[in-house]
């Protein structure tokens, strides 16, 4: 789902935080003005980003609190996702994008990170060969 660019501000704040938030917390946080983060907030509970997560008051007034229902990871894996489907030049390898994308350091971070990076694709290899073996099941029946 693509997200505007002030739905991902909102949605920061919203990951940022460890309780749900009112429109005017979020405010507080970001800026802008209650209105605008209103209308963001109603168009990230129709993409189903986020939900209401209770009431509470704030000066005297009865509001809603919210919750993100994504992850970050998941959001910033999907424009990621969206990014290589999109590169103008298709001859550009994933694997070379990726390593572009890879710390230069050669510290303890970038090892570490280098370790989740291999379990993932093993785990990945680990599920196409599993549809493979199920495709291929299902022709010998």
Known sequence: MKLTKREIDV??????SEK???VSEVVN???GTVYSVQRVMQSLLKKGMVAVDGYAYSN?????KFKPLVSSE???SEALQELTGSLINKSIATSHLLASLLPTDNSEDTLSE???LE?????RKKQILKMEDS?????ED
């Open 20 to 22: 749900a938030l009112m």
């Open 60 to 64: 005297k007034t009865l509001g809603r």
């Open 114 to 116: 280098l370790d989740r």
């Open 74 to 76: 998941s959001i910033e």
């Open 11 to 16: 949605m920061r704040i919203l990951w940022e």
């Open 29 to 31: 946080r970001e800026g």
């Open 135 to 139: 495709e291929h099941q299902t022709f």
């Open 119 to 123: 379990e993932m694709i093993k785990e």
